[in-house]
């Protein structure tokens, strides 16, 4: 079965920054797009970033972008997902996802995703 592990999330200040990491075990997400979503309190799930499976073209929320930089190592089978200048708007859990479009803004419309790591920002 595939596995997604995300880590890296925690408590953190308004301004501070994150980096989330994404580690895929029992399968290879090489030839994969990947990409980040989030949860807030009380809302549906949320597309954040997506990037291609080789890294060529990414996707972002347009109140990340030139905040959040979505990369991937595939030879290490992980994804990351560097946050900076957090607000508390940014509260979530946030998972990462194996897909074939690194572009679809609808979590269900890829095939696996992680139990998510917490992030919260407090101001």
């Known amino acids: 079965q595939v596995e997604l592990v995300e880590s890296g999330g925690g408590l953190v200040q308004a301004g501070d920054s994150l980096r989330l990491s994404c580690a895929a075990s029992?399968?290879?997400?090489?030839?994969?797009?990947m990409g980040w979503f989030r949860r807030p309190p009380g809302k549906d799930h949320e597309f954040v970033a997506g990037i291609s499976w080789n890294g060529d073209l990414t996707a972002y929320k347009d109140s990340v972008k030139d905040r959040f930089y979505i990369s991937r190592d595939n030879a290490k089978n992980t994804v990351y997902l560097q946050m900076n200048s957090l607000n508390a708007e940014d509260t979530a859990v946030y998972y990462c996802?194996?897909?074939?479009?690194?572009?679809?803004?609808?979590?269900?419309?890829?095939?696996?995703w992680g139990q998510g790591t917490q992030v919260t920002v407090s101001v």
């Open positions: 996802a194996r897909g074939s479009d690194y572009n679809k803004r609808v979590l269900r419309q890829w095939n696996y």
């Open positions: 029992r399968l290879t997400v090489s030839n994969w797009a």
